[in-house]
């Protein structure tokens, strides 16, 4: 019988208690400190020895892409229902202040988006896919006269990194304190506000 058609073992009751506890402390380290996060601080959050995070997860990015995989299908979740919102504007209010708000929660996230050095390929693919519907709502605030003319996905996605940045600033000392930047920038945003 070859390798390949060898069924995989079960993972022994101490292996499966030790991934949890990797997934759960990579999940709070990377939430908390980002995706810079050195993966021996990961292992001696949850007991473990650095070996044992690379027989659950061979790579870093591996690591990164479970943790936050979650957080990428909610994500996803909010474009795709604010896209469909019977009003394009309050649906592009909705994915922003939803999508902040996920920001603010998950650092990994802010992280992947603001630095492709850093993003994985399920980030890269996810940041992709959701281009893509976004740049139909904007599509769609244009027809209603809601939004700026001449306002791309380039122009959102450059404000949600800066809010994003003042995000990273603040939130630990204000948390929440990013919502009036929003404002300030939605009413730049809006077509015939000034």
């Avoid at 009036?180 to 809006?190: F, K």
């Amino acid at each position: 019988m070859s390798a390949e058609s060898t069924p995989a073992r079960p993972l022994r009751r101490d292996a499966v208690d030790n991934r949890r506890r990797l997934l759960h402390a990579a999940t709070q380290a990377f939430a908390e400190k980002g995706l810079a996060l050195d993966v021996r601080d990961i292992a001696k959050r949850a007991g473990v020895g650095i070996g044992t995070i690379y027989r659950h997860f061979a790579t870093k990015e591996i690591l990164i892409d479970a943790v936050v995989d979650e957080a990428l299908d909610r994500w996803a979740k909010t474009v795709r229902e604010s896209a469909l919102a019977s009003d394009p504007w309050e649906g592009f209010v909705r994915f922003m202040e939803q999508s902040l708000d996920l920001l603010a929660e998950h650092r990994a996230l802010l992280d992947g988006l603001t630095d492709p050095r850093i993003a994985t390929p399920r980030i890269q693919q996810c940041q992709a896919e959701l281009r893509i519907v976004l740049a139909g709502l904007i599509e769609r605030m244009q027809a209603a006269g809601a939004i700026r003319a001449g306002t791309t996905v380039d122009d959102v996605s450059l404000l949600m990194i800066g809010l994003g940045r003042i995000i990273q600033v603040t939130e630990d000392q204000a948390p929440g304190s990013w919502r009036r930047q929003l404002d300030i920038m939605l009413a730049g945003l809006r077509a015939g506000d000034r």
